[in-house]
């Protein structure tokens, strides 16, 4: 197994991506479909963990938070 010592990386559930951007369910699945009007190209796409089950990478939804503070100065 390879080891980084760069990243420690932390796969977050739909529950914890909820909690953390305020955001529901079905607004997060939204933001992740292309075919849906709320799609948004910037919102971290999901890891696909099994056949059932998804996370997101920690990093990637603080980075997301972060653009739209950015965003928010403009």
Do not use: C
């Not at 939204?30 to 948004?40: A, R, V």
């Amino acid at each position: 197994m390879i080891h980084s010592t760069e990243y420690q990386y932390q796969v977050f559930n739909i529950k914890a991506v909820i909690e953390i951007t305020a955001l529901s369910r079905s607004t997060i699945y939204e933001l992740i479909n292309p075919k849906s009007d709320y799609y948004d190209s910037s919102f971290p796409k999901p890891l696909h963990l099994t056949q059932n089950r998804i996370g997101w990478i920690s990093q990637e939804i603080y980075d997301w938070l972060e653009l739209k503070i950015a965003q928010r100065a403009e």
